[in-house]
């Protein structure tokens, strides 16, 4: 008899040591990979164009701003005029580390490492959650790196929803490291609603979700779930009323005192970013229906087509996707299981909490926020969301067999060599008769003295008027205003709602406009400028209701960078 005890302790040893030695293999795995990629393409491209490759585009608004308050101080855009257009955690932290950082190159350097190392903690914490709710090695890697909403969907768009797209200098890995820590937070206490069940932990939790807001704002739909699940727990509407007080206190506290410093320096409360794209926007379900029936799409041989198409299915599949998924999961829950989510196993809870938050979230911006005002660093935790199930309900189907995870980590291999050859390559894409590089605003920072000193030659007035997303006023040292009004000022805020965005600029001393990416002149054009009045005021200016005149100064062809001078029309013809 004491043998047999003994044997089935040793056994259950023997077991654990097993299951820890393959977790941690798990994490080395997925942490290799995460690297890996931003290894290859930093020794093919060199580290500042390597780096800025991962970037999304409005990176540069926060690398701007926070370059802008290591100098002034002070929140802005254009050295002159405060802006509270960003999310507040990432810029905070990027504004107050950049006064320790001197020069452009440390502190691209120091933003990269920064979403470098959240995002290989990030996917290595969710690796190794993936692995306990599965005993699976290579669904555990898989499923967090690239994931298999990647694997479904990257022939729409190869950059985007796999995590090394989420190396981004923005608010995205602030918002995966907290949601990890979260996850591991709830797997570890084999309930979620233990979590529930005292007041300190509705506090602590309350502050975990609260931080998660401050990182990204809209993604303060994470507290209905919170509060539906303090509902569950206690089960008296009573008892509701007083932990839900409790409960709310970290959360007003908090979010409260940032709007009214929002409100006391930029006099605007939330941010003008989230200001300019509010608005019911019904157009959301024309895109959603073009995506399956793109009228569009003609004559192949106009490839561009095909990147119009394809920047707006990512998106739109992105929302809808996690909308109908939410609810479809919710509701096969609730079918299957009776409402009875306390009974439910601690993965389902957690899907089901994720879920809840999902809902809101996509139904938010599928009625508020036009397709092109959202982009892929809009969903992070909603794409692993459904990495996760996917990923747990496939455990159950495939066998976690040693010759079928390996065969899994080679399809890893070959996709991250994939993916790295795409962000060191060219990659150049056909668009109006026009070639671009895939990192277009690298190449306008990497050669930003050459341009400043074209720009020189034709300047006056105040400034640049950007049509970019602050490249171009994190680049030159000149006052740049922001054309696109994600990073303005109130006043500036006031005058875009009037469709009179050059009219403000115009009137502070701004003459010149500066483009590299979103004004796209034709051969025609750089052959003829005097064409360039119509052919702007039919296309990128159609909407200002002031006449005015454009003529274009200076065009760099590597870069596509383009100089345009406004005048105001004295008499309108």
């Avoid at 004491?2 to 044997?7: A, D, E, L, P, R």
């Avoid at 005002?373 to 159950?396: E, M, R």
Wanted: aromatic share 20%; glycine share 6%.
């Amino acid at each position: 008899m004491f043998f047999s005890v003994q044997g089935i302790l040793l056994y259950q040893g023997l077991k654990l040591k097993k299951t820890k030695f393959q977790s941690i293999i798990v994490i080395i795995v997925t942490l290799f990979f995460i690297v890996y990629v931003p290894f290859l393409t930093i020794k093919d491209k060199g580290f500042y164009a390597g780096a800025m490759s991962f970037f999304a585009a409005d990176s540069f608004y926060y690398l701007n701003v926070a370059d802008k308050f290591s100098k002034t101080n002070t929140y802005t855009s254009d050295s002159s005029h405060l802006t509270n257009g960003f999310h507040p955690l990432w810029q905070y932290f990027l504004a107050n580390s950049f006064k320790y950082l001197h020069s452009q190159e440390s502190q691209i350097k120091f933003a990269f490492l920064i979403s470098l190392l959240c995002i290989v903690i990030g996917f290595c914490i969710i690796s190794y959650v993936l692995f306990k709710i599965t005993g699976n090695i290579g669904l555990s890697v898989l499923g967090s790196v690239p994931g298999f909403y990647y694997l479904i969907f990257s022939f729409v768009d190869q950059k985007y929803y796999s995590p090394w797209s989420y190396i981004n200098s923005m608010e995205t890995p602030f918002t995966i490291i907290m949601f990890s820590l979260l996850l591991l937070y709830f797997i570890r206490k084999n309930d979620v609603f233990d979590s529930f069940n005292s007041k300190m932990k509705l506090i602590f939790l309350s502050f975990c979700l609260t931080l998660l807001t401050l990182a990204r704002l809209d993604d303060i739909f994470i507290f209905i779930p919170f509060f539906i699940f303090i509902y569950i727990q206690t089960g008296k509407i009573s008892e509701f009323i007083r932990n839900a007080l409790i409960a709310s206190i970290i959360p007003i506290l908090l979010i409260g005192a940032y709007l009214i410093f929002n409100l006391s320096y930029s006099g605007m409360l939330i941010p003008v970013s989230g200001a300019y794209k509010s608005g019911f926007s019904l157009i959301n379900f024309a895109h959603f229906i073009n995506v399956f029936f793109p009228i569009g799409i003609i004559n192949p041989e106009k490839f561009y087509i095909w990147i119009n198409w394809s920047g707006s299915a990512h998106r739109v599949l992105q929302v809808f996707i996690l909308f109908l998924t939410s609810i479809g999961f919710l509701l096969t829950i609730w079918k299957k299981y009776d409402l009875k989510i306390k009974e439910l196993p601690v993965v389902i809870q957690i899907f089901c909490f994720f879920g809840l938050y999902l809902i809101g979230k996509s139904l938010y911006n599928i009625l508020f926020v036009n397709i092109w005002f959202q982009s892929f660093w809009y969903f992070p935790i909603g794409i692993i969301w459904i990495n996760i199930i996917i990923t747990y309900y496939l455990s159950k189907k495939v066998p976690g067999k040693p010759i079928i995870n390996f065969l899994l980590i080679v399809i890893v291999l070959v996709i991250s060599n994939k993916f790295a050859n795409n962000q060191g390559s060219s990659f150049d894409l056909r668009y109006q008769n026009k070639w671009f590089q895939q990192n277009q605003y690298a190449a306008v920072w990497e050669k930003r003295k050459i341009l400043q000193d074209s720009v020189n030659i034709y300047f006056e007035g105040k400034g640049l008027i950007e049509i970019d997303d602050g490249i171009i006023a994190y680049s030159f040292y000149q006052s740049v205003f922001n054309g696109l009004g994600i990073c303005i000022d109130k006043e500036a805020f006031d005058s875009l709602k009037k469709s009179q965005p050059l009219e403000i600029a115009y009137q502070r001393g701004y003459k010149l406009i500066a483009s590299s990416y979103y004004i796209i002149l034709p051969d025609s054009i750089l052959e003829n400028s005097t064409s360039i009045n119509e052919f702007l005021k039919k296309g990128y200016f159609k909407s200002e209701k002031i006449n005015w005149n454009f003529s274009l100064l200076f065009h760099d062809k590597e870069t596509n960078f383009n100089l345009i001078k406004i005048e105001k029309k004295l008499i309108d013809n």
